[in-house]
């Protein structure tokens, strides 16, 4: 098995994560660092460590769902001590991390998983999971910004794919307007900075679907774990 597929699926972090610290020398194999992710591992025979942990299959996989709040990092650990989102899922399993990321202030639907084949599905691009969005931002956009957004507009990561973008609601001062936005990308900070290029910065963010996977009335700041039919349809 590939080196960063054995240490993604015992539970330690997504795929994506474990390459990262496979090339900042952060792997061992038998002792000796690893530094190319792709190095084949005999498991139960070769000793793997990451971070100078030893590596150990698991033996159970756990898949849930966080109503994210406002004011929680999403990251495993903070090295100023803020709030993360692991603070939210402190009682269960060590082996947790989130599966993608939500900023500082966005709201919203987050998944939590220990196993590896199913972040890395649902974070390639290749896969095009789409994401639902409800955006609140300053102002009311015209139909002209409303349709550049649709076509894709030029962040500092680069030109945006095409959006589905829809209007929901103004506010009677038109201060304020609704929007739902339905992406499949995962570039940073990404629908804040598609609405600030057409000049109206979003107010609240907040993710209500992943897949066919939605938020519903879970409690702010509440979890649940995934049905087995709900991690089918994700992971298929």
Same mark, same amino acid.
Do not use: C
């Given at each position: 098995?590939?080196?960063?597929?054995?240490?993604?699926?015992?539970?330690?972090?997504?795929?994506?994560?474990? &390459? %990262?610290?496979?090339?900042?020398?952060?792997?061992?194999?038998?002792?000796?660092?690893?530094?190319?992710?792709?190095?084949?591992?005999?498991?139960?025979? +070769?000793? *793997?460590?990451?971070?100078?942990?030893?590596?150990?299959?698991?033996?159970?996989?756990? !898949?849930?769902?966080?109503? &994210?709040?406002?004011?929680?990092?999403?990251?495993?650990? +903070?090295?100023?001590?803020?709030? =993360?989102?692991? +603070?939210?899922?402190?009682?269960?399993?060590?082996?947790?991390?989130?599966?993608?990321?939500?900023?500082?202030?966005?709201?919203?639907?987050?998944?939590?998983?220990?196993?590896? #084949?199913?972040?890395?599905?649902?974070?390639?691009?290749?896969?095009?999971?789409?994401?639902? !969005?409800? *955006?609140?931002?300053?102002? *009311?956009?015209? #139909?002209?910004?409303?349709?550049?957004?649709?076509?894709?507009?030029?962040?500092?990561?680069?030109? =945006?794919?095409?959006?589905?973008?829809?209007?929901?609601?103004?506010? &009677?001062?038109?201060? =304020?307007?609704?929007?739902?936005?339905?992406?499949?990308?995962?570039?940073?900070?990404?629908?804040?900075?598609?609405?600030?290029?057409?000049?109206?910065?979003?107010?609240?963010? %907040?993710? *209500?679907?992943?897949?066919?996977?939605?938020?519903?009335?879970?409690?702010?700041?509440? !979890?649940?774990?995934? =049905?087995?039919?709900?991690?089918?349809?994700?992971?298929?």
């Amino acid at each position: 098995m590939r080196l960063e597929k054995y240490i993604a699926t015992s539970g330690i972090a997504s795929r994506r994560s474990v &390459k %990262k610290s496979i090339q900042a020398g952060f792997v061992t194999v038998n002792g000796e660092p690893v530094l190319v992710p792709g190095h084949p591992v005999n498991i139960g025979i +070769d000793a *793997v460590e990451f971070e100078g942990k030893r590596v150990e299959p698991l033996s159970e996989h756990i !898949y849930l769902m966080l109503n &994210k709040p406002a004011g929680y990092l999403t990251t495993r650990r +903070d090295e100023r001590r803020r709030p =993360t989102v692991m +603070d939210l899922v402190a009682d269960l399993s060590d082996t947790l991390y989130p599966v993608g990321r939500l900023d500082l202030e966005t709201e919203g639907l987050l998944l939590f998983t220990n196993d590896g #084949d199913f972040a890395y599905r649902l974070l390639h691009p290749s896969h095009e999971v789409e994401k639902i !969005y409800l *955006v609140w931002v300053k102002g *009311v956009p015209s #139909d002209d910004a409303v349709q550049r957004l649709r076509q894709g507009v030029t962040i500092p990561s680069g030109t =945006t794919a095409p959006a589905k973008v829809k209007r929901l609601k103004v506010s &009677k001062d038109s201060a =304020t307007t609704k929007f739902e936005i339905v992406i499949h990308e995962g570039k940073k900070r990404q629908v804040r900075l598609m609405f600030k290029a057409v000049g109206h910065p979003v107010i609240r963010l %907040k993710r *209500v679907r992943i897949g066919n996977l939605r938020l519903g009335n879970l409690p702010s700041g509440g !979890y649940r774990f995934l =049905t087995s039919a709900e991690i089918s349809e994700l992971m298929p």
